[in-house]
């Protein structure tokens, strides 16, 4: 896909004037100021009724404003939709030490069997060898225990390698549901949704600390009205950790590195996005995840199924290979993921594009509205 670069229409900078392609490149780059009220505390019911920005990625026409349920009309027959079925794990459990201090343990990733490496607070208090102690929810019906066993820790993410000791000797993954919950973002703090409302409908292989927010506007029905029109679909995994959310930290983002994560990208996909590119369809990803995952696997120039770790970082100037268009939602400040999306249309103009949402009052983040960037052929 070309890239291009698009004027802005952000105040102190008019449309004829020459952007600043240093700041592409630079943290302060991505900064924009969000209301607190624009950020969305729980999702919309039903969840296909949420607000869709679209935007053409080739020219600045003023984007249009539709709902969500309406994207069978906006995508073409012979389109191909990817999805990222991953399942959030009971990622947060709560535990304590021997002395009987609360620890809050965030589960990131398995480096080997029931070895995990986690987010624990208070961090700096947990040596090597130190032990933590869970006890189920309901421990009234059923005390089951369980002990963690830290290992080492990891500079890359400040957290530590923890051993569990897991009754029956049964994967960790097993038993979640009786010691952790759902992790929701730290921006949500008055949510009263449902843990099922925290996936996405399509969420089949359990991994992910944190939902693939794109997908969580569909519905089972609406997703029968885009098979009924010929739009398909296919899926792929991430498991959505620590490098999708961490923020960037440094001023030049071209030294920013990725933390990896886990992802597949089935031959039955693969197969499926050649014959649609072969038929002249487009291939749509649901979600900056979608976008990681079909990119690194046609790193070599050509899209081959790929399954492994990945710690791909797109950002302006960034040589698409795979996705055509993109479904997402509207992203934190400074993030990849908003680094991400300007590649595909332009720093600027999507900054642009967020204030228009910011003063259509849209609603942000993960239980937020979404946008559609349809591809400019």
């Not at 008019?14 to 943290?27: G, H, K």
Request: net charge negative; with cysteine.
């Amino acid at each position: 896909m070309e890239q291009e670069i698009i004027h802005s229409n952000l105040p102190g900078c008019s449309a004829t004037e020459t952007p600043d392609v240093s700041l592409d490149y630079s943290l302060s780059g991505y900064d924009y100021i969000l209301p607190e009220e624009l950020i969305a505390q729980n999702p919309v019911f039903p969840r296909d009724s949420s607000r869709l920005l679209v935007v053409n990625s080739s020219t600045e026409t003023a984007p249009a404003h539709h709902i969500f349920r309406e994207l069978p009309d906006l995508l073409r027959p012979g389109d191909l939709l990817i999805v990222n079925d991953t399942k959030v794990i009971p990622a947060r459990l709560y535990g304590s030490k021997s002395t009987g201090a609360t620890v809050e343990v965030l589960l990131l990733e398995e480096r080997k069997y029931n070895c995990w490496l986690a987010l624990v607070k208070p961090g700096k208090r947990f040596k090597i060898g130190s032990r933590i102690f869970f006890t189920s929810k309901d421990s009234a019906q059923n005390p089951t225990t369980l002990t963690a066993t830290v290992l080492e820790s990891d500079p890359g993410t400040g957290g530590r390698l923890l051993d569990f000791d897991v009754p029956d000797g049964k994967p960790l993954i097993e038993v979640l549901d009786q010691f952790g919950e759902i992790p929701l973002p730290p921006y949500i703090t008055s949510s009263t949704a449902a843990d099922e409302q925290y996936q996405t409908v399509y969420a089949q292989q359990p991994g992910a600390i944190a939902a693939p927010t794109a997908g969580l506007h569909f519905t089972p029905e609406l997703l029968d009205k885009l098979g009924d029109r010929g739009i398909h679909q296919a899926s792929i995994t991430l498991h959505v950790g620590v490098g999708t959310f961490r923020p960037v930290e440094i001023e030049d983002v071209t030294n920013h590195q990725m933390h990896q994560e886990w992802i597949a990208v089935p031959p039955t996909t693969v197969e499926q996005i050649r014959a649609t590119k072969a038929a002249g369809g487009r291939i749509i990803a649901v979600g900056t995840t979608v976008v990681r995952a079909l990119e690194a696997a046609a790193q070599s120039g050509d899209l081959q199924s790929f399954c492994g770790q990945t710690d791909l970082f797109i950002y302006p100037g960034y040589q698409w290979r795979v996705v055509d268009g993109l479904i997402t939602n509207f992203h934190l400040p400074r993030s990849s993921l908003l680094m991400l999306v300007s590649a595909l249309i332009g720093r600027e103009r999507l900054l642009n594009i967020y204030q228009q949402a910011i003063a259509g009052k849209y609603r942000f983040y993960s239980f937020g509205d979404a946008m559609l960037i349809l591809p400019g052929f």
